[in-house]
């Protein structure tokens, strides 16, 4: 899964945004063992401290635990996981609401196009949530 990332940010940084979202989406399970960072460097094709950099920061948070002889394990924490999820749902709505501004669109156009997008990307029509 070697990406591309954004010059404008540091590699760790969008490491770290990588990893949450994979965390608050289920890909990896509460409780479970992280890959080591050796693999995640070979997945990201990124240096291995570039990869530990994104882990302690994910530790900090709370979102990571290590335990010394067993690895990295992703936080049983319910409460943290929902808040996390809504954090990274706000920051991307931001990121959409800039980006529809510096086009011209006001708020309602912004909300239409919000629900026409979210319905089709859903595969549900009107006649469909009848």
């Known amino acids: ?3 591309s990332f954004d010059a404008d940010r540091p590699i760790y940084q969008q490491l770290a945004h990588r990893f949450r979202e994979r965390i608050v989406t289920g890909y990896w399970q509460p409780g479970e063992r992280m890959a080591s960072v050796r693999e995640l460097a070979l997945e990201y094709g990124v240096n291995p401290n570039t990869v530990q950099r994104a882990l302690a920061e994910l530790e900090r948070e709370g979102l990571a635990i290590a335990e010394r002889t067993s690895g990295r394990f992703i936080t049983e924490d319910e409460q943290l996981l929902r808040t996390t999820k809504r954090q990274l ?3 991307a709505t ?3 609401a800039g980006r529809l501004r510096a086009l ?3 708020q309602a156009e912004g ?3 919000a629900t026409a997008v979210w319905t089709d990307g859903h595969g ?3 006649e469909n949530n009848a």
């Open 1 to 3: 899964m070697t990406g």
């Open 111 to 113: 909300a239409r196009l």
């Open 124 to 126: 549900q029509t009107k």
């Open 94 to 96: 931001r990121e959409w």
């Open 89 to 91: 749902a706000e920051e």
């Open 104 to 106: 011209g669109l006001d």
